[in-house]
T-cell receptor
Framework: DAKTTQPTSMDCAEGRAANLPCNHSTISGNEYVYWYRQIHSQGPQYIIHGLKNNETNEMASLIITEDRKSSTLILPHATLRDTAVYYCIVSSGNTPLVFGKGTRLSVIA | DTAVSQTPKYLVTQMGNDKSIKCEQNLGHDTMYWYKQDSKKFLKIMFSYNNKELIINETVPNRFSPKSPDKAHLNLHINSLELGDSAVYFC????????????FGQGTRLTVV
């Protein structure tokens, strides 16, 4: 079973920041927080991952709380093409990713 | 070049038939996976192979038989297809030991009629 809890759905206005929360209160010390997204039945796409420090790449930023029990994925300027299901996953990297139900993000013009 | 490629993209077949789905990755990864996404959109791990060896089999019926001829390929053969096998099957690959990302193929939509 997935070890994360995410809201079922969220809306975001185009051009605004999309902040997607995730709770992972049972995360272990060696587990990373990964974010993937799936755009309309395409294969899941990697976005970003981190252990305890905040991370940023060309797609998004990942903010992890100091106690590591929750995190937020930030898409700084959401576009219509960011409409997708976003999955937050905790994994040590040695086992297959376990997907939960994710958050369906709808970016609205 | 496509990192993880699956063929075919669509597959429609009758109940009772045997079919195969092929997967190839050109990323030099040592671990490959098969996932199943059903009509409710849940993505579930089926198999995991590391260096051609099966390491995880998640209670999948033995009608499903993965085969890995080499590290770059993981094929999925399904015998005696049933209506409930209809789903989208995704292949993926990654490095086994490490905090690196997994790459997914574009999926094979299997419809059993």
């Amino acid at each position: 079973d997935a070890k994360t809890t995410q809201p079922t759905s969220m809306d975001c206005a185009e051009g605004r920041a999309a902040n997607l929360p995730c709770n992972h209160s049972t995360i272990s010390g060696n587990e990373y927080v990964y974010w993937y997204r799936q755009i309309h039945s395409q294969g899941p796409q990697y976005i970003i991952h981190g252990l305890k420090n905040n991370e940023t790449n060309e797609m998004a930023s990942l903010i992890i709380t100091e106690d590591r029990k929750s995190s937020t994925l930030i898409l700084p300027h959401a576009t219509l093409r960011d409409t997708a299901v976003y999955y937050c996953i905790v994994s040590s990297g040695n086992t297959p990713l376990v997907f939960g139900k994710g958050t369906r993000l709808s970016v609205i013009a | 070049d496509t990192a993880v490629s699956q063929t075919p993209k669509y597959l429609v077949t009758q109940m009772g038939n045997d079919k195969s789905i092929k997967c190839e990755q050109n990323l030099g990864h040592d671990t490959m996976y098969w996932y199943k996404q059903d009509s409710k959109k849940f993505l579930k791990i089926m198999f995991s192979y590391n260096n051609k060896e099966l390491i995880i089999n998640e209670t999948v019926p033995n009608r499903f038989s993965p085969k890995s001829p080499d590290k770059a390929h993981l094929n999925l053969h399904i015998n005696s297809l049933e209506l409930g096998d209809s789903a989208v099957y995704f292949c993926a690959s990654s490095h086994h030991n490490g905090n690196t990302e997994a790459f997914f193929g574009q999926g094979t939509r299997l419809t059993v009629v």
